[in-house]
């Protein structure tokens, strides 16, 4: 979760106020404070075990991606795109932005990063799963996909690691769609997932708050089209480079980033 949360984010949006935190803390007594606790968690094992038994998905999403200045001004990206992913060894994923046209695919042996501005595209030998994929994304090449724990075959472990604190907030509504509301501590981020209430308990939105780096940056994914089994169209999971785009070694996949090239990764604080 913290190297998701450093790869992907770089300052925080306005949240509750500490007047209003302090409130809600002081009306939960201890016991109820323990029941919330119980259903935060039976409710997002609940999404995590309905996300791992749909053997076919695809959704479009949102992202703000929040950056922090060395003067400390904060500045918004905003992005779109749509997945779909074929268990347990098939992905295809899309991301628009200013700085940004990107498409991956992965067929089970072959990941293709290719960036459509500059016609430029690398590829990974890494036969395996989509959580091997994703791993070895993040870890090897620093390109993590958009909400990957949400992507794995148990989110919940993924997510769960290093939770010190659980907040059930009740409800709210993302897209017009009924949700359930909760928020997760651990050491280095706060996080909160607003989950659909009823038999799809899908993630509508996912918000991740890195507290070590000044600033305390957000990333942000808003869930939208949410479709599983035979409503998720076809798809082509194996590149075909239709553009005659230029191939580059996979160690320049940073040139394929969110990021425009005169904004630079600083330290966390």
Sequence with gaps: MKKVAQDLAK????GLSATAMALIVGLAAPSAARADEAYAKSQLKAMSDYLAAQEAISFGFDAYLEVVTTDQQKIGLASSGTATLNRPDKIRATRTGGFT????LFD???????GKTANIYAQIDVP???DHLIDELRDTYAMPLPAADLLMSNPYDEMMANVVDTKDLGGGVV???ACDHFAFRTK???WQIWIAEGDRPYPCLYVITTKDVAGEPQYRVQVRDWKTGEDV??????FKNSTKAEKIDPKDLPRIGDLPKHFEKGAAQ
Excluded: P
């Design 11 to 14: 300052i925080s949006a306005v």
């Design 175 to 177: 897209g017009g769609v």
């Design 188 to 190: 280095e981020v706060d």
């Design 128 to 130: 395996g799963t989509i």
């Design 108 to 114: 089970g042996k072959t990941a293709t990063v290719f």
């Design 233 to 238: 169209a076809s798809d082509e999971f194996t």
């Design 101 to 104: 046209d990107v498409e991956m």
